[in-house]
């Protein structure tokens, strides 16, 4: 009570105008009067972090207290955004706030716009790993998420002449209000060297691993504040620096310079997040940031064990749950290993058991090009002792549960072996994975079927138990709360405001769908954001685009899978048909793009350059009069996201069936009330089924299709030749029309025919088009569409991360929620 008591008096407008006013004086030193946009935000947000950091304290000391189980949710990304308006909302102090603010002369709402994104992550997996953190907060669950402190997040995109240019994200130049440094957990990490077998005075041997370069780990410590929720977890980002004692020697030795350039190779580790997104470039940096930020997890995870209690190893898993985003944090699991064994002296075969009963993998993709593998090389010269772990743990698997199933079977071996033995050897670190874990999941229901069928048959077969299916979540503060305020305060309005944290009460919307004089406000709600998103696109591609016109929006990394170019083909079809046919009555649309490429993926900036180039020619074509805009807002990110999916009619999720995993980019559309225009593919078959057919454009080849389509043997060319529009449109983009240039796109053009189409553009076109059609007169009843929109927002309760969480927590991690 005394707690809450206090929180309540924290959080009155004199309070906070008090706080804020101390920060602006004494923290940063600016007078009042003369104080900076930044120095405002920066005040605010420290204001805020002093109420958020007492109930991180008294978190901690109660999940301490009460010995609960913890979930360790391990990622090499965190794709956060910004973070002031969302603690506010979170915290429920956004109207005070506003209000202290304004008495003080300072707009709220211009300020949150100062904050740079914390942009450490890529795409979905960074931002599920981000939606996750939320959940787990508001559901009460102890947790604690660890990753990389990168001094550069995700590049910055720019455009020049159509074409992405990279630039460093220096997102915490200025620091940062919401990281709190915890040198008292500094870590030490172990790299390189060598590993000698010694013998103790038993007889027995032990291994060393030793001459080894170290590195340390700062700990920043970020909160996360929960909906409606007392409990504050913390995000814990790794930061590297150099190891003072490393370079003392040197030092003496007088090698100043040489010292230096050492510590600075040490910090390089942190520097800067890989930019690739799904695929992996099997760079030492990327194998050393990895170790890195998993040797000071696992270290912070077992000081925390070994301090807080007196148990036995035995009882490690029922303190401590560790989730493996994807495979790069794999390391983890022979790093344990490593702890247990040779630092702890457990029997292997206990350690192992702990081992399992600790991890579970999440896997996120079934491209083959995605399967992370290291070559054995490059992992023995960098981790030789995890190397030798990873042997043995393959040694006792193939001889044990492997030759016990498939006796003297050699290819069932090779195949289900954590090391690849066909060009070069590698790690499989997939296997590894799934191997040294209790639970392996899917992130939706096809995805995991396609995951047991034939990712990992033979896995499956040995131990269907362990895997499950846990279909991905977004969390609804920000995706709806927080980014389209005007609809939140709408549904509250309609059925109360219960929905926020159960998202099952999202339903009780539903037969408003019928109700005239709500569709208007719904209705009302999206113009308005259009007319927001309007002008953001005047001020950032300099192009008008009418309100009124049905906005399609395709957002999400730029991948061949994704098909942003069986859209692209689609609009040049649409461009001709316009200009063979000045009346054509079409509905006036824009399309929306949002997307970056991984630097070194030449195709993707290919069909960005196209796509740019396309747009500069239809935006600016009097014989199209306005009604066909593209626009390809530049620097996708988090922050534009929310301002692009309020305004969104039509959600673009058009993947090559079976490729996709799950997709969230579709959740958060449908969400705030866009149609889905959609394959079979991942969430979307769940969305299709919540929302139910007759409010969803689903088209195009099923994963069965595709499969057959591929045995049968897939020629593009016959789709070309029997499609005439299809035709035109590819000629016409591959000419010299739109750039001068007629190779310009000729890589797009070979790689949908002479490169045999990979992701099946060409079969999948003249569905892709026929659906388009539907959409384009079913956008002309509006009626209808604004019910079929209401339907969508008030059906997709099931895509909230606090289900997937809260499944998380009852079938892998066995969590308890506690009430702080
Ligand atoms: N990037 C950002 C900023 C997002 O918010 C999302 C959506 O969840 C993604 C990428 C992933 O989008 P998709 O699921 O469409 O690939």
């Known amino acids: 009570m005394e707690a809450l008591a206090n929180c309540a008096v924290l959080n009155t407008t004199d309070s906070l105008k008090l706080s804020i006013t101390n920060h602006l004086r004494f923290t940063l030193g600016a007078y009042i009067e003369t104080a900076s946009e930044n ?36 990622s090499l990304e965190y794709l956060m955004g910004r973070l002031l308006e969302n603690n506010l909302r979170n915290a429920g102090i956004y109207d005070t706030a506003k209000q202290a603010l304004s008495e003080m002369g300072k707009d709220l709402d211009a300020l949150v716009q100062k904050e740079p994104d914390m942009g450490l992550g890529n ?3 960074g931002r599920l790993a981000a939606c996750f953190m939320d959940s787990l907060s508001t559901m009460d669950l102890p947790a604690i998420g660890y990753g990389i402190h990168y001094e550069f997040g995700l590049f910055r ?10 630039h460093p994200d220096a997102w915490m130049r200025d620091g940062s209000p919401w990281k709190i440094a915890r040198p008292s957990y500094r870590q030490t990490v172990h790299l390189y060297g060598q590993v000698i077998q010694k013998f103790d005075e038993f007889g027995q041997p032990h291994h060393e691993w030793m001459d080894t370069k170290c590195l340390l780990g700062l700990p920043w410590d970020i909160p996360i504040v929960g909906y409606d929720s007392n409990t504050v977890n913390v995000l814990r980002l790794w930061q590297a620096q150099a190891d003072e004692d490393f370079n003392f020697k040197v030092f003496n ?23 690739n997104d799904a695929t992996e470039s099997g760079k030492e940096l990327r194998l050393v940031q990895q170790y890195f930020f998993v040797a000071c997890s696992l ?50 075969s206990q350690a192992w058991d702990i081992c399992q009963k600790t991890f579970s993998y999440t896997n996120h993709t079934l491209l083959p090009e995605a399967l992370e593998t290291w070559s054995v090389a490059l992992f023995e010269r960098v981790l030789p002792r995890h190397l030798q772990i990873i042997y043995e743990i393959n040694r006792r698997f193939l001889e044990g549960d492997v030759e016990a199933r498939w006796p003297g079977d050699g290819e069932k071996k090779r195949h289900l072996s954590l090391i690849e033995e066909s060009g070069g050897k590698k790690v499989r670190m997939a296997h590894l994975s799934v191997l040294g874990s209790h639970a392996t999941n899917g992130v939706a229901a096809l995805h995991t079927r396609l995951l047991c069928e034939r990712l990992f048959p033979e896995f499956f077969e040995l131990y269907p138990d362990r895997f499950l299916n846990l279909t991905n979540g977004v969390t609804f503060r920000r995706w709806l709360d927080v980014c389209n305020p005007e609809l939140s305060s709408l549904i509250t309005e309609s059925i109360g405001s219960g929905w926020l944290k159960d998202s099952s009460k999202l339903i009780q919307l539903d037969r408003f769908a019928d109700d005239a004089s709500f569709r208007e406000k719904f209705h009302a709600i999206k113009r308005g954001h259009k007319v927001r998103l309007a002008k953001i696109i005047q001020d950032s591609c300099g192009v008008s685009v009418s309100p009124d016109a049905l906005f399609d929006v395709q957002i999400k990394r730029l991948h061949e899978y994704k098909r942003q170019h069986l859209n692209l083909l689609h609009i040049v079809s649409l461009y001709r048909k316009i200009i063979a046919n000045p009346n054509l009555d079409i509905t006036p649309r824009v399309f929306i793009f949002g997307a970056k490429a991984a630097p070194g993926y030449y195709l993707a900036k290919n069909i960005i350059h196209a796509i740019n180039a396309v747009a500069a020619k239809v935006n ?73 057919p007759e409010n969803i454009f689903i088209f195009g080849l099923t994963v069965e299709e595709v499969t057959e389509l ?74 209808h569409w604004q019910k079929m929109a209401i339907h969508n927002t008030a059906r997709v309760g099931k895509f909230s991360s606090d289900r997937t969480i809260l499944e998380y927590a009852k079938n892998v991690w066995k969590l308890p929620q506690v009430q702080v």
């Not at 991180?56 to 979930?71: C, D, E, I, K």
């Not at 090698?255 to 050492?262: G, H, K, M, P």
């Not at 922050?639 to 692009?644: D, G, N, T, V």
């Not at 866009?674 to 991942?682: E, M, N, Q, R, Y």
């Open 253 to 275: 030795e007088g090698s100043y310079i040489e010292a230096l350039r050492e510590k600075a190779i040490a910090e390089t580790v942190s520097k800067v997040l890989y930019p």
């Open 299 to 348: 270290a912070d995870i077992v000081r925390r064990f070994k301090g807080g209690y007196t148990l036995p190893w035995s009882e490690f898993p029922s303190k401590a749950a560790v989730q493996l985003n994807d495979t790069h944090p794999a390391v983890a699991i022979p790093e344990l290993m490593r702890i247990l064994v040779d630092e702890e002296k457990l029997e292997w």
């Open 123 to 125: 795409g979905g997996l």
């Open 710 to 783: 591929n045995a049968r043997g897939y020629n593009p060319w016959d789709y070309y030749n029997a499609s005439e529009e299809l035709r035109l449109s590819i000629d016409w983009l591959a000419s010299d029309y739109f750039t001068g240039n007629q190779d310009e796109f000729k890589p797009l053009r070979d790689s949908l025919l002479s490169h045999g189409d990979p992701f099946l553009v060409m079969a999948d076109y003249d569905k892709y088009a026929a659906s388009q059609a539907e959409v384009d007169k079913a956008y002309r009843d509006q009626a």
């Open 39 to 74: 120095d405002w935000y920066v005040a605010t947000s420290l204001a805020v972090r002093d109420r958020v950091m007492e109930r991180a304290t008294q978190s901690r000391r109660q999940h301490r207290a009460q010995g609960v189980r913890r979930v360790h949710y391990l």
């Open 157 to 166: 995109q720019e455009f020049v002449n159509g074409k992405q240019v990279e």
């Open 620 to 692: 600016h074509d009097p014989r199209v009069d306005g009604r066909l805009k593209v626009i390809y807002i530049p620097n996708y990110g988090v922050s534009i996201a929310e301002r692009i999916i309020p305004a969104a009619d039509l959600s673009e999720q058009i993947s090559t069936a079976g490729k996709e995993a799950s997709g969230t980019g579709n959740m958060k559309l449908a969400l705030n009330g866009a149609l889905t225009i959609g394959t079979l593919d991942g969430a979307n078959v769940e969305i299709l089924e919540e929302v139910g």
